[in-house]
């Protein structure tokens, strides 16, 4: 039915497609070589270079009426300052950032005003050393730090939690527009005074100081979007191209002292996508076959111990996503001692999908046949790669899924100096996401459980196959409406509405301390976040058939020929089309609705809500130890949680009443931070701290299915005793203690080299654990059935638990050289490089329901590269870049009742811009520019672990999305 989806990738470009990490390693290493060799040219670097580095970091940290404190926001204020131009422009303001923070950081800031480096800020973060990205539906969406899932992330903009569109914590930074973010810092050590910290870094996006920039600024940039898979689902009004727009306009009044910038985003963009999925492989004759092992039929015209797929689907989807932000800030500084900032964001998100395709099953239990059945050799078996198939029952399902979202975020921040080393600071900040979707999907098929024969030819390995049915698919004197697989209903719709809030206070005070220490900072946080789930679901029946005991499988009726749209294009898969019509009005005219909330539909109705008070200190160090200076920070966080769900329990598919739970528990975060200054441009960075992480929303909450039953056999025989399923809101977070080393060594402009080692320490972790002394009486569940009043409250549950832990270990190379530095003849080239290799363990009882249990944690790739080249000079620019992720284990989910895991394999992106930027005359603040995103058309790959019926595994392909290339001209104006 539905097909799952998960991120994943592949491909390269010339010259690196052999192996992209050697390549990322050598140049990490050859401008490590480098700054050896360029080591004189050090005093040229920074503009600041007689300054010490604890006056650099007493600069950056001092406040004023109009420079904030860093601490305040929790964030490296020198991104706000877009004062430099253009890709090393980014480049040095982003190395300034991270050379001068006391923290250990990776940092991003835009190339001007309205324009960050790539097209999403999921893509420009994914190129810093240690993360990843995730692509949902084409498009970087998510981010892991050091390997961890996107869970594991806090995300802030301007210092500030927010609310998220997904049903657990992970932003989807697809929603903020990459036109209105000025820059953000990722922390992969934890500070005292940042607010929302996660447990594998923050990252604290940042929008613009318009009392930062020296005088009034306006600009405007607009592009036009071809995407090249063209157009698969004809009449539904998704294209190919699309285009992105955005105005900023930033200005100050009375002297410098009040400034405003106004920013306006959109995106409409389409996205078609080609999926295919192979449902699951077996042999099916044979010593090794099901019929010997587990007692099925026959397969006639199979060989004997071939493995062959057993089932699949093809769908052509067509996205559109239509996206409007706008963001405003206001800022005040009338004198040197007060500092006021509004910070105003709200976008939208539309998204329409249309999902259609062919699928089918073709194993021994469906009665089918084979004929001509041509394999190629292979390990364990042969795999079978071209026949005929006959006794095919094609069922077609068309899909439509319509999004609406909608963020808020809003933040008052007040700053007093009085003079005497005291200030003060207060903050209220409110976040919202809104999510309301709406689904629908319809079964089509042979009339009567028809069937056909199908020809095919299938790889392999990984790739699109040729399918040849012997009836036409887009003929609707051919095809009805009809449950043509037996499925017990004939099509399903779905309202999701979801809303997520948090509202916070903060305040905090700094005054100058003596002896190692500069200043000490103290403050609190109150937050209040509450995420509200509602699921409603139907099924749909064909108008003059019944439903339920009265329902026949077998009813058809022709399709509308009114509501007919033009045939969805499967020809990369050999089937030239299928039938495409209007969903919602088919369901309108030729269905009727019953409400049918199942078991894992009632599971999504909750609510889950956590009041969280934070208290902390943070002592900024600045000393020296012998000769050599040293600054950073120490300090502590305590985070008191209270934590509490509202949700339903239920018996199967059967609503019982409402539950509610929860826990109050509290954690000691201490933190440290040092940074001494080797030499000039030189630095070794140590951080030591504990952190923690809420567990998943979805794993809080309460809801779960629970009965009583009548024990017939065992130890327990006669007994009636409770046992049931369900969340957990009595979890507690993930805690981890970890240790990070690094050392730095900057040179000329925008050049550095980086080595950086870490250590995390996983105090625990969160997986489903059966408790065999659960008492169903005092969690408030109710028994309803009433002629089984139980034995004994106490039961057993199976539930996310806090268990053992295990431990993450990475290495980290990263830099950036101007050719320039090299040779005369490379000026206005560059290059900048990282690679990361990260190592972890769990206890195998942690993922121990998991047949073949990967020994790593979910989500963890060990090798992470990333590559671009660079030039930049006469007004032209060009980058070209790579980026790599190794395979990674994907969660576990049930193939037809058979508990398997994905592995999402290894894959590459290759992105291209080029830029002329009219320098001079009347063109002067025109800029011309042409992107290509996924330039070689990767594909998205993801693998099964099949175990045969006679026990042993084989790795085959299932999943294979390919999206196209994404084409953006455009042109950019700046007064």
């Not at 996006?205 to 698969?232: C, F, Q, S, W, Y």
């Not at 009339?447 to 009836?471: E, K, W």
């Not at 931070?673 to 441009?681: F, I, P, T, Y």
């Not at 140590?686 to 309460?702: L, P, S």
């Amino acid at each position: 039915m539905s097909g799952r989806k998960s991120p994943r990738k592949t491909v390269s470009f010339t010259g690196l497609q052999r192996n992209p990490l050697m390549a990322a390693c050598a140049l990490a290493l050859m401008i490590n070589l480098v700054a050896v060799g360029v080591k004189a040219q050090d005093t040229q670097v920074q503009p600041d270079a007689k300054a010490s580095p604890r006056q650099n970091s007493a600069q950056a940290d001092k406040p004023s009426a109009k420079t904030p404190k860093a601490s305040e926001q929790g964030s490296v204020h020198s991104l706000d300052k877009v004062v430099v131009t253009g890709i090393r422009g980014s480049i040095e303001a982003a190395l300034k950032a991270k050379r001068d923070s006391n923290d250990i950081v990776e940092a991003i800031s835009a190339e001007d005003i309205g324009k960050l480096p790539d097209a999403s800020i999921a893509e420009s973060l994914s190129r810093l050393s240690g993360l990843a990205t995730q692509r949902v539906d084409g498009r970087a969406n998510v981010i892991s730090i050091r390997g961890f899932s996107p869970d594991f992330t806090g995300t802030t903009l301007n210092g500030r939690e927010q609310a998220t569109i997904g049903e657990n914590r992970g932003v989807e930074y697809d929603q903020y527009p990459s036109e209105l973010i000025s820059g953000a810092v990722v922390y992969k050590t934890p500070d005292a005074s940042v607010v929302g910290q996660g447990l594998s870094g923050t990252v604290d996006l940042h929008t613009i100081r318009p009392l930062d920039m020296p005088k009034r600024a306006i600009a405007a940039n607009l592009r036009g979007e071809l995407t090249t898979n063209g157009v698969l689902n004809p009449g539904t009004g998704v294209g190919d191209s699309g285009h992105r727009a955005s105005f900023s306009y930033i200005d100050q009044f009375f002297d410098h002292t009040l400034g405003l910038a106004i920013g306006l985003a959109q995106l409409d963009s389409p996205i078609q996508e080609k999926q295919y999925q192979s449902w699951w492989w077996s042999v099916d004759n044979g010593p090794a076959g099901i019929n010997r092992n587990w007692g099925g039929p026959h397969t006639p015209g199979m060989p004997d111990n071939v493995i062959s797929q057993e089932g699949m689907q093809l769908r052509a989807q067509s996205e559109n996503q239509l996206r409007n932000g706008l963001m405003t800030v206001l800022e005040w500084a009338p004198g040197d001692h007060y500092h006021s900032t509004l910070d105003l964001y709200y976008s939208t998100f539309n998204e329409r999908k249309y999902k259609n395709g062919a699928q089918w099953s073709s194993s021994p239990y469906n009665n089918v046949s084979y004929s001509g059945v041509g394999v190629t050799p292979a390990l364990p078996y042969p795999i079978v790669t071209s026949g005929t198939v006959t006794g095919i029952q094609p069922i077609l399902q068309n899909e439509y899924t319509k999004e609406h979202d909608k963020l808020f975020a809003a933040g008052w921040n007040n700053q007093y100096d009085f003079g005497n080393g005291w200030t003060a600071m207060a903050d209220l900040s409110y976040s919202s996401a809104k999510k309301d979707l709406h689904d629908a999907y319809l079964f089509s098929g042979l009339p009567s459980s028809g069937t056909t024969s199908v020809q095919f030819n299938s790889p392999v390995g990984n790739g699109y196959p040729d399918f040849a049915p012997g009836v036409n698919l887009a003929d609707p004197s051919v095809i009805r409406f009809t449950d043509p697989d037996n499925y017990g209903y004939d099509g399903r719709e779905e309202f999701d509405r979801q809303n997520d809030h948090i509202r916070a206070v903060r305040l905090e005070v700094s005054h100058p301390v003596g002896w190692i220490f500069s200043d000490v900072t103290l403050g609190v946080n109150y937050s209040d976040r509450k995420k509200t789930k509602q699921a409603d679901v139907f099924f749909a029946w064909l108008n003059g058939n019944g439903s339920g005991s009265i329902y026949h499988p077998g009813f058809g009726a022709p399709i509308d020929p009114s509501l007919l749209y033009g045939p969805t294009s499967l020809d990369y898969g050999g089937i030239p089309g299928i039938l495409d019509y209007n969903v919602l009005d088919a369901l309108q005219e030729q269905f009727y609705l019953t409400q049918r909330n199942g078991q894992s539909d009632w599971s999504r109705n909750y609510t889950v809500e956590e009041k969280v008070p934070v208290g902390y200190v943070k002592f900024n160090i600045d000393t020296q130890l012998g000769d050599v200076p040293l600054r950073g920070n120490v300090g502590v966080q305590y985070v008191h949680t209270d934590q509490s769900s509202r949700a339903f329990q239920t018996d199967g598919n059967t609503l019982v009443g409402g539950l509610t739970g929860g826990i109050k528990y509290h954690n000691v975060l201490p933190s440290l931070n040092l940074v001494a200054q080797l030499s000039e441009g030189q630095f070794l960075r140590f951080g030591f701290a504990k952190t923690m992480a809420r567990g998943r929303i979805d794993d809080e909450k309460v809801a779960s299915s629970a009965s009583v039953a009548l024990v017939t056999n065992g130890p327990g025989a006669g007994q009636v005793l409770w046992s049931g399923s369900g969340g957990n809101p009595q979890l507690k977070p993930y805690v981890a203690v970890g240790t990070d080393l690094s050392w730095e060594k900057y040179f000329g402009k925008s050049s550095y080299v980086a080595v950086a080692v870490f250590n995390k320490n996983l105090l625990n972790y969160i997986y489903d654990k059966t408790v065999l002394d659960f008492d169903f009486a005092k969690a408030g569940y109710v028994n309803d059935n009433p002629s089984l009043p139980p034995t004994s409250n106490i039961g057993s549950f199976t539930r996310p638990q806090n268990g053992t832990g295990g431990k993450m270990r990475g290495l980290e190379l990263s830099g950036a050289l101007e050719g320039g530095l090299a040779t005369p003849a490379l000026d206005g080239f560059g290059i900048q490089a990282n690679f990361s290799l990260t190592n972890s363990t769990l206890p195998v009882s942690a993922v121990s329901s998991i047949p073949g249990s990967p020994s790593t944690l979910p989500g963890l790739s060990r090798k992470v590269a990333n590559l671009a080249l660079y030039y930049e000079k006469y007004g032209w620019s060009a980058r070209i870049a790579e980026r790599y992720r190794s395979s990674f284990t994907g969660e576990a989910v049930a193939l037809f009742d058979q508990l398997g895991y994905d592995k999402i394999l290894a894959n590459k992106q290759t992105d291209l811009q080029l830029e002329y930027d009219f320098p001079e005359g009347r063109w002067n603040g025109l800029s011309v520019l042409l992107q290509v995103y996924n330039l070689t058309d990767s594909a998205d790959i993801t693998q099964q672990i099949s175990k045969l019926p006679n026990n042993v595994s084989v790795a085959r392909p299932l999943d294979y999305v390919t999206w196209g290339r994404t084409i953006m001209f455009g042109v950019n104006y700046k007064l």
